[in-house]
């Protein structure tokens, strides 16, 4: 579905003034206000929370009755017909596991150690987006975004050609950016809409999510603020895959827990912010010359295991 631009003087309750202050921030549609918090809102125009709620739910009744959004409330017959838009990882093995794959509407975590594909899946899914939704891709672009400085334009062309496909028009769907601190991170996240809307972008990566917050936000005091932003990052990403119905994956690091004996130690970093924030969480370990990933949390999704491999092709099945 093709977006078009609706402006912010369309949706009830918008005056001059707010929408000017709006604007002024680079919220100048519904789908931008669609996807905001309250508190975002109301720190922008004043008032009070339950304004900024209410112009925020104004906007979302505009794009419903643009055909959008879904209506608040839908017979669960209708949510069953509805096509679910998925993403190939690039691995039948892996797909099999997420059921299909990497889906739009949702937040998609994988996270584990150095070394286990976390970046590799990034780099790969970026490839296949462009793809036609019949060959495995969502038919749209991507935007990476890189905290870490692990995004390598050389790996995209290589996974490009390994799978025959003309690596300077999958460079072209890849829009990238390097962030280099939780400041420029919340910025980027608030300018995403526009991009989104603007470039025909079905995909947003994260790789990683945690990085930056681990780094500025240090000791226990600083813990509860830390929390806070990224419990606000969460929500607007969620708010974005939903309004734009868009895939969003993020990577996350782990961390040694010094009390656990005789079992995997390692524990997604983020605590419970990104445990509840993302919709579905991966595990991903090394095994010999092959990776294991396993669903830890989703709605659905029983608790399974997949090996793949890391070859010229990005992910792939262990015979390939």
Same mark, same amino acid.
């Given at each position: 579905?093709?977006?078009?631009?609706?402006?912010?003087?369309?949706?009830?309750?918008?005056?001059?003034?707010?929408?000017?202050?709006?604007?002024? $921030?680079?919220?100048?549609?519904?789908?931008?206000?669609?996807?905001?918090?309250?508190?975002?809102?109301?720190?922008? $125009?004043?008032?009070?929370?339950?304004?900024?709620?209410?112009?925020?739910?104004?906007?979302?009744? +505009?794009?419903?009755?643009?055909?959008?959004?879904? %209506?608040?409330?839908?017979?669960?017959?209708?949510?069953? %017909?509805?096509?679910?838009?998925?993403?190939?990882?690039?691995?039948?093995?892996?797909?099999?596991?997420?059921?299909?794959? #990497?889906?739009?509407?949702?937040?998609?975590?994988?996270?584990?150690?150095?070394?286990?594909? /976390?970046?590799?899946?990034?780099?790969?899914?970026?490839?296949?987006?462009?793809?036609?939704?019949?060959?495995?891709?969502?038919?749209?672009?991507?935007?990476? #975004?890189?905290?870490?400085?692990?995004?390598?334009?050389?790996?995209?062309?290589?996974?490009?050609?390994? %799978?025959?496909?003309?690596?300077?028009?999958?460079?072209?769907?890849?829009?990238?950016?390097?962030?280099?601190?939780?400041? +420029?991170?919340?910025? $980027?996240? %608030?300018?995403?809409?526009?991009?989104?809307?603007?470039?025909?972008?079905?995909?947003?990566?994260?790789?990683?999510?945690? !990085?930056?917050?681990?780094?500025?936000?240090?000791?226990?005091?600083?813990?509860?603020?830390?929390?806070?932003?990224?419990?606000?990052?969460?929500?607007?990403?969620?708010?974005?895959?939903? $309004?734009?119905?868009?895939?969003?994956?993020?990577?996350?690091?782990?961390?040694?827990?010094?009390?656990?004996?005789?079992?995997?130690?390692?524990?997604?970093?983020?605590?419970?912010?990104?445990?509840?924030?993302?919709?579905?969480?991966?595990?991903?370990?090394?095994?010999? !010359?092959?990776?294991?990933?396993?669903?830890?949390?989703?709605?659905? +999704?029983?608790?399974?295991?997949?090996?793949?491999?890391?070859?010229? /092709?990005?992910?792939?099945?262990?015979?390939?």
């Amino acid at each position: 579905m093709n977006i078009e631009d609706i402006p912010l003087r369309k949706v009830d309750g918008i005056e001059e003034r707010i929408e000017h202050r709006l604007a002024g $921030v680079g919220i100048d549609s519904a789908f931008e206000l669609a996807s905001s918090s309250p508190y975002e809102i109301m720190s922008i $125009v004043g008032g009070d929370s339950y304004n900024a709620a209410l112009l925020i739910a104004n906007a979302r009744s +505009h794009l419903i009755k643009k055909g959008y959004m879904a %209506r608040e409330f839908i017979a669960a017959s209708e949510i069953a %017909r509805r096509k679910k838009n998925v993403l190939s990882t690039g691995s039948k093995a892996l797909d099999s596991l997420l059921a299909g794959g #990497i889906e739009t509407d949702s937040i998609t975590e994988f996270y584990g150690a150095f070394g286990s594909g /976390k970046s590799q899946i990034c780099h790969t899914a970026s490839v296949l987006c462009n793809l036609k939704p019949e060959d495995g891709g969502l038919g749209g672009n991507a935007i990476y #975004i890189d905290t870490e400085g692990t995004f390598r334009v050389n790996r995209i062309a290589q996974i490009a050609e390994a %799978r025959g496909l003309n690596k300077d028009e999958i460079l072209d769907c890849i829009f990238y950016c390097r962030v280099f601190n939780v400041p +420029h991170l919340e910025t $980027v996240a %608030r300018s995403l809409g526009g991009y989104i809307r603007k470039n025909r972008i079905k995909l947003v990566i994260i790789d990683s999510i945690i !990085n930056l917050f681990r780094s500025e936000f240090i000791g226990r005091e600083a813990l509860a603020e830390r929390q806070q932003k990224l419990n606000a990052l969460m929500h607007k990403l969620h708010n974005l895959a939903e $309004v734009y119905d868009i895939a969003v994956i993020i990577t996350n690091q782990v961390q040694s827990s010094p009390t656990a004996y005789f079992t995997d130690t390692t524990n997604p970093a983020g605590g419970n912010i990104l445990g509840h924030g993302s919709t579905y969480r991966i595990y991903l370990k090394r095994s010999g !010359n092959y990776r294991i990933a396993a669903i830890i949390d989703s709605p659905y +999704h029983p608790y399974s295991e997949a090996r793949f491999a890391i070859t010229d /092709k990005g992910v792939s099945d262990t015979d390939d």
